[in-house]
């Protein structure tokens, strides 16, 4: 079975050994995604943070043949719970028609303080 990676050319994808997303066969794996823009800066409050991350995901997706209406589960990592709503609004207008089985939950921080929110997917592709 062939496998693709997908790199975003971040300077760390090397140094920790990961890749964005990764495609085997019909399957898509997409990374634990920050909302972090092109130029490295960290979108605003938790809603602007999740839109800005499912955004990347769905770059990461495109880049391996897929796309959002492919996402079977997502997971989403918060440093604070109380911002739920917030969250959980930005994943509803992406997938409110699609509803992937998801997973919220709350982290002790991530890997810069001003990242409120990380998302994982997983696609598969007919």
Do not use: C
């Amino acid at each position: 079975m062939s496998r693709k990676n997908i790199s975003t050319g971040s300077k760390w994808e090397p140094i920790i050994g990961y890749s964005r997303a990764v495609r085997v066969g019909n399957q898509v794996f997409v990374s634990g995604t920050t909302g972090t823009d092109a130029t490295g800066q960290v979108a605003g409050d938790a809603y602007a943070q999740s839109k800005q991350a499912l955004a990347n995901i769905a770059a990461a997706l495109a880049q391996a043949g897929a796309s959002i209406e492919n996402v079977v589960r997502t997971r989403i990592f918060m440093t604070d719970i109380t911002q739920w709503e917030a969250a959980g609004k930005a994943h509803g207008e992406v997938f409110g028609s699609i509803r992937p089985a998801t997973t919220m939950v709350q982290v002790a921080k991530l890997i810069d303080p001003a990242m409120l929110v990380e998302i994982e997917a997983d696609a598969v592709v007919a």
